[in-house]
Each structure stands twice: as C-alpha cells, then as structure tokens.
C-alpha cells in the first residue's frame, strides 16, 4: 500500500475511544488489560458471566451488554467445539458476528485476534455486508513468557479491503511497515488520535495473514513431532536421546526440541487442523507428524503402565 494513502486516511479519521474486547479468557484479558493501560475506554464481553464478573471486579474491565456506541471490536473468543480443543469451530464467532451486524453502527472496525482457518475473516465481512471495516490481526501471545512475548510484541495484520487494512493498522499503530521516512515523521508527530503502539506488519491479504498464524503453529508442530519421532528412534537403539540432543544442539542452525506429554493444549493440534483443512491439496509431512504423535502418545502410555507394573 501507498504511503501517501496511509497518511491521508490517518488525517481523515475520527478517533478511535469506546474499544469491546470480545472475550476475556487467557488472551482477550490481558489485550483488555493492554487496551485500558493505552488509556482507551475499555469494555468487555465474555459469554461466560464467571469471566466478565472476574473481569470486571478484578481488573476494571467495564460490562457492556449492547454493541451501539463501540468503536473498535477486537474479538479474541475460542475458535475450537465445546468439548474437544483440537477440533476447529467458529460458530461462536458466527454468532457473534450477527449480533454485530445487528447492534453496531456502520463504518466501525471489527479485528479479529483469534486463530481461525483461511477464509473465515472475508466470510464474517460479507456477513457485516461490507459496513464495517475487518481486519485480521491473529496473536502470538505466549503465557509462558508474557514479559516479552505478550500483547505488545510485533504482528501480522491483513484486512479485507484497503480501507480495512489502512483502519487496523491507524488503530494498532504498526505504520512503520510500508512508509518512507518524512511520513513516519508525519505520523509519530501526529497527536491527534490514539493507538496501541503495537507494530504490525501487513500483508496485502487477508487470506495470508490467517494463513500466517496457522502455519506457525503447523510449523511447531513439525518440530515437535520430529522430537518425538526421534524419541522413540532412541528408544528403540538403546541410545540416550538426551546426549543425542545435546550433542546435535551444538550446531549453530539446528535446534531439536524435548518431547513431552503429547503435543497438547488448545492452539497447536488445533491451529495444524486448521491449516490441513484450509485446502483440498494437504501437507503430507504435517499428516505424518500427526500420526507420529498419536504412536508416541501410545509410546508414553504403554511406558507409564509398565513402570506402574513394575512398583507394584
Ligand atoms: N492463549 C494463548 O496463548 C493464545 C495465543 C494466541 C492465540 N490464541 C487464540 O486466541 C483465541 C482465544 O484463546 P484463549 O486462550 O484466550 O481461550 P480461552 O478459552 O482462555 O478464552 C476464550 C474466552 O472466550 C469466551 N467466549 C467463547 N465464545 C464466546 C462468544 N461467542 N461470545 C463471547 N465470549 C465467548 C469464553 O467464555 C472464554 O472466556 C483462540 O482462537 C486461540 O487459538 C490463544
């Protein structure tokens, strides 16, 4: 995208002030958190009313229950079923798509930050019937390492239109991508709106930016797999896989991963499935890393019987 255009666009805006975080769970709480601390009138919408009470009592995340007045909607609600976390689902999204449609006013953003599968964010715009500006801006959001791997670290961004994307990018504040100098100078001098101040990089679709949060994901599981994969190669030769993995380590490009339990919880089994169901052609070697996950995870628990048999 143009510079120029960015810029004329940033001079043209109202501000961004009432922002609905859409989901309060591991990741939407801290973005709320985030969102309040930039200074922006922050409010919160979780279906489950435990979360929003905990939101509200604890971190002074305001409840709203009608969409009218909001300005930006940055939605971070799960994207798997109910009751299976590596299974992709987003009707949850759906609906809440429809209750936006329904209740806000025309021309406002709508970001997504949930992980969803290629082809969802243009769905939810055509849902909106093209009166909101949508962006997908997935997260890469680590509990583990929140200091320095949390809500402010550097993300994808793609919107459906030019326009969308100009909005997103005005709102998350990544303009450093795409723009000469003077203009950079013309936007960090510009007071007159807020932002998050967090950089992004955009992509000129945004079928790509879903794919990028997917892939990532896909990718991990690759490397995961490959450990235990080699894990059991060990066992099966009688060879310490953790001098191996030492010993391989040392090598400047290559970093071999420790197999754990399984490869678990509710974003990577499930970000992989959404990247193999993203195309009719799939990735062969993501199909057997799946199968070589599912042969550890029986590895594992034959293992635990028989250490289980042995103490007894
Ligand atoms: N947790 C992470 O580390 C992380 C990192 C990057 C991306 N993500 C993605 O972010 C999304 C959310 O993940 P999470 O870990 O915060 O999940 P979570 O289960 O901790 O929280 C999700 C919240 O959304 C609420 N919710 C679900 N459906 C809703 C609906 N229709 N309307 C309103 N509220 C609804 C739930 O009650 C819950 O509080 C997922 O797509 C996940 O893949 C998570």
């Given at each position: 995208m143009e510079a120029e255009n960015i810029i004329n666009h940033m001079k043209d805006e109202s501000s961004f002030e009432k922002i609905l975080v859409i989901g309060l769970g591991q990741l939407g709480l801290p973005v709320a958190k985030y969102v309040k601390d930039k200074g922006f009138d922050v409010y919160g919408y979780?279906?489950?009313?435990l979360v929003m009470d905990n939101a509200e009592r604890e971190h002074g995340i305001k409840k709203l229950e009608n969409f009218k007045d909001v300005d930006v909607f940055v939605i971070c609600i799960s994207t798997h079923k109910e009751n299976d976390v590596s299974t992709p689902q987003v009707d949850g999204l759906l609906a809440l798509i429809r209750k936006i449609s329904k209740e806000a006013t025309n021309g406002k953003l709508v970001s997504i930050e949930s992980t969803i599968p290629r082809g969802t964010t243009r769905k939810m715009f055509e849902i909106l019937e093209h009166r909101f500006h949508v962006v997908h801006a997935p997260h890469r959001w680590y509990a583990l390492e929140?200091?320095?791997?949390g809500v402010n670290q550097l993300r994808v961004i793609g919107g459906v239109?030019?326009?969308c994307l100009r909005t997103g990018i005005r709102f998350y504040d990544g303009v450093s991508h795409g723009l000469e100098k003077e203009d950079l100078e013309y936007y960090n001098g510009n007071k007159s709106y807020k932002s998050l101040g967090i950089p992004m990089y955009s992509v000129s679709s945004v079928e790509l930016a879903e794919l990028t949060k997917i892939i990532e994901n896909a990718d991990r599981y690759l490397q995961i797999a490959f450990a235990e994969d080699l894990y059991m190669f060990c066992k099966a030769n009688q060879i310490s896989f953790g001098e191996l993995r030492d010993a391989i380590n040392t090598k400047w490009n290559v970093n071999i991963?420790?197999?754990?339990?399984?490869i678990g919880g509710h974003c990577i089994p499930k970000d992989t499935r959404m990247f193999l169901e993203s195309s009719e052609i799939k990735s062969k070697i993501l199909i057997a890393a799946q199968e070589v996950d599912?042969?550890?995870r029986k590895y594992i628990e034959r293992m635990v019987k028989d250490i289980n048999q042995i103490n007894h």
């Open positions: 979780d279906s489950n009313p929140e200091e320095v791997h239109c030019d326009c991963l420790e197999p754990r339990d399984g599912k042969d550890y």
